[in-house]
């Protein structure tokens, strides 16, 4: 059956042989066998970059070991893409150019994992696992160096920075990608995720949800804590305002739709007997449609401003944008091809569907920002210990046992995490990619 759905009965012998050539790709097999030899040496590798985060567009240190790393597999390396990006091509022939990315920025937390190679840097945590994803970036690249005489194409490998604050992606598209390194054929990679450690997940359609982040300022009247009817007070303007906010997912969005409006920050005030002037809102949004985002929007807007309204206010609230993720929006027929050929390896019962995931991601801007639109496949593979998460689940404590991305806790299990994630980026690459045309 086509992609499309139709039967596609008009297709020849010929034409059938050929996509099925396409859709198979290059043999991951005798680039995989490579693995075990590498394993080790990625896993310090990981607990190197684990130890040295660092933040958005800061990503110096992490940047430079990939350009090092990847040139010494062969790839020629071009640094300082967007900032402090890095990008690594491989030219093998003719055929597809796969392009496989990872995101290098660590998050403003403290952490508290425990970790004998826990964060060395005061209040920045790999909390999102994104050293996982460049440990497994190259690994991938070098197994496909290695296995070179197997497969056609190009490969260009992306270390993204400032994936964390949604402007890594463009910024590199800003710098001249394409015309520097050329339009891909496919889009592809991966985030490591709560859950168990060998798993992959991967969601055909919209799949990651879009993000407004908004910066709220509620305008007041300072006084002394006594004297209360001198103010306006704009520590109880934002607590109605943060409360009323609770009420759009549940009031104003249909039971059938999917949106999330979460107060990530308060702040006002420095003392308990001064009423300040002012409050500060953080407000984080998540979509998966044009239409509820627009609603949700516009619903903030009008509940910030009622709230200040009723209070009195005699300044308008300030309502600015932070950062927005678009929807991240897998092909389905990337997915198909991508999916089975991970599946083949590791086990089509250890490949899953998890649905849409309400967190977001800005590698869709490889995908769309080009003169065509270009497939992207970008899955999640498991992090978690399989026995914890079995317990948790049996135990119903789920939420509150396992750590997800962006808390403190969250420390994926080195292996199989590293081996499932190698193993993964590897494989649909070569799905992409020709398989090696003999020698004339």
Request: hydrophobic share 40%.
């Amino acid at each position: 059956m086509a992609a499309d759905g139709t039967a596609g009965n008009d297709r020849t012998e010929e034409t059938e042989e050929t996509e099925g050539a396409d859709r198979t790709g290059a043999p991951p097999s005798r680039a995989l066998a490579g693995l075990d030899a590498i394993k080790d040496g990625l896993a310090d590798l990981y607990r190197d970059l684990h130890a040295r985060p660092e933040l958005s567009f800061e990503e110096h240190r992490t940047a430079a070991e990939a350009a090092r790393r990847a040139a010494s597999y062969g790839y020629e390396v071009t640094e300082g893409v967007g900032g402090t990006g890095v990008v690594a091509v491989l030219e093998n022939g003719p055929g597809p150019t796969v392009l496989l990315r990872a995101d290098m920025d660590a998050l403003p937390v403290t952490e508290r994992t425990g970790l004998p190679y826990a964060s060395r840097t005061e209040g920045v945590m790999h909390a999102c696992g994104h050293d996982m994803h460049v440990t497994c970036l190259l690994g991938a690249l070098k197994l496909l160096a290695d296995a070179r005489a197997d497969w056609s194409g190009r490969i260009v490998g992306v270390f993204q920075p400032a994936e964390e604050i949604a402007q890594g992606a463009q910024a590199m598209v800003d710098d001249g990608f394409y015309a520097r390194f050329g339009t891909p054929d496919v889009v592809l990679g991966q985030h490591v995720a709560p859950f168990p450690a060998g798993l992959v997940g991967v969601h055909a359609g919209p799949a990651f949800a879009a993000t407004d982040a908004l910066r709220v300022r509620l305008f007041g009247k300072g006084a002394h804590g006594s004297r209360p009817e001198a103010s306006i007070d704009p520590v109880v303007m934002a607590a109605s305002t943060v409360m009323r906010l609770q009420t759009i997912v549940s009031r104003e969005i249909a039971g059938t739709e999917t949106a999330v409006v979460t107060v990530g920050s308060l702040q006002a005030g420095t003392k308990d007997n001064i009423i300040p002037d002012e409050a500060e809102l953080k407000v984080n949004i998540r979509t998966y449609t044009p239409e509820v985002r627009t609603r949700v929007l516009a619903a903030v807007e009008r509940i910030v401003k009622g709230e200040a309204a009723t209070a009195g206010a005699e300044k308008e609230p300030e309502i600015t944008e932070i950062d927005a993720f678009p929807v991240l929006c897998n092909d389905a027929a990337a997915v198909e091809r991508t999916a089975a050929a991970i599946g083949d390896v590791i086990g089509a019962d250890r490949v899953l569907d998890p649905g849409p995931v309400t967190g977001s991601e800005d590698v869709g801007h490889f995908a769309t920002s080009a003169e065509r639109d270009i497939p992207l496949c970008y899955w999640l593979f498991g992090g978690a210990d399989p026995e914890k998460v079995a317990a948790a689940q049996r135990g119903g404590t789920f939420e509150r046992d396992i750590p997800s991305n962006h808390s403190p806790f969250f420390a994926p299990l080195v292996e199989p995490t590293l081996s499932t994630g190698v193993t993964a980026l590897t494989t649909a690459a070569l799905a992409w990619l020709e398989g090696a045309r003999p020698a004339k």
